[in-house]
């Protein structure tokens, strides 16, 4: 299995650009997880996705960021306008069916830079 | 609303000698926990995790945790410090459908 893919894996850009990170989950699970990593605030969970469902969205910080998943294989982050306070890394993870014991399985990460 | 606690943000350890990694839940339910591991630039890989089955849950890579419920803990160990076990190590507990981490421990091994 490819495991969790993300595209891309570093993105630069300006104050004010619209940005999409992208995540193909592992074939068959069912839920899909967006993270974001600092150093200040650590892993903090934006959005979380089952059977391609929105359950949770607490975890995103404005109405700057949105998230879809379009079928199971896809989803989208995306920030407009982005901010350099936007500056992280962005996971996406996936596991079977989201359960309490479920392992997430975590992709590469994008490594998002605004200037 | 479930957390983890983990303390030192850094840990050094000899090559060869104990990893010692706290953690402390806090959880209204009985937890289920785990120790993830991220390597430089990749995301994160389940190290092993606590789902009630047995106390002393043994991971890959050598590594073990002790759930103790009297203490709220579950310590991340291993005996014998390898230079590839560099890396940042988070505890993470379930609740509310989503895993809650905690902030990490870079663990530095010295040669």
């Known amino acids: 299995d490819a495991g969790v893919i993300q595209s891309p894996r570093h993105e630069v850009t300006e104050m004010g650009q619209e940005v999409t990170l992208r995540c193909k989950p592992i074939?068959?699970?069912?839920?899909l997880f967006w993270y974001r990593q600092t150093m200040m605030r650590g892993l903090e969970l934006l959005i979380y996705?089952?059977?391609?469902?929105?359950?949770?969205d607490s975890g995103m910080p404005e109405d700057r960021f949105s998230a879809k998943m379009p079928n199971a294989s896809f989803s989208t982050l995306k920030i407009q306008p982005s901010e350099p306070r936007d500056s992280a890394v962005y996971f996406c993870?996936?596991?079977?069916?989201?359960?309490?014991?479920?392992?997430?399985?975590f992709g590469p990460g994008t490594r998002l830079t605004v200037l | 609303a479930q957390s983890v606690t983990q303390l030192g943000s850094h840990v050094s350890v000899s090559e060869g000698a104990l990893v010692l990694l706290r953690c402390n839940y806090s959880s209204s339910v009985p937890p289920y926990l785990f120790w993830y591991v991220q390597y430089p630039n990749q995301g994160l890989q389940l190290l092993l995790k606590?789902?009630?089955?047995?106390?002393l849950v043994k991971g890959i890579n050598g590594f073990e945790a002790e759930f103790k419920k009297s203490e709220t803990s579950f310590h991340l160990t291993k005996p014998s410090a390898h230079m590839s076990d560099a890396a940042e190590y988070f505890c993470a507990v379930y609740g509310n459908n989503r895993l809650a981490f905690g902030k990490g421990n870079q663990v530095v091994v010295i040669p």
């Open positions: 074939s068959g699970h069912n839920s």
């Open positions: 993870a996936s596991s079977l069916n989201g359960g309490n014991t479920d392992t997430q399985y």
């Open positions: 606590y789902t009630s089955a047995a106390t």
């Open positions: 996705f089952n059977n391609n469902v929105p359950i949770d």
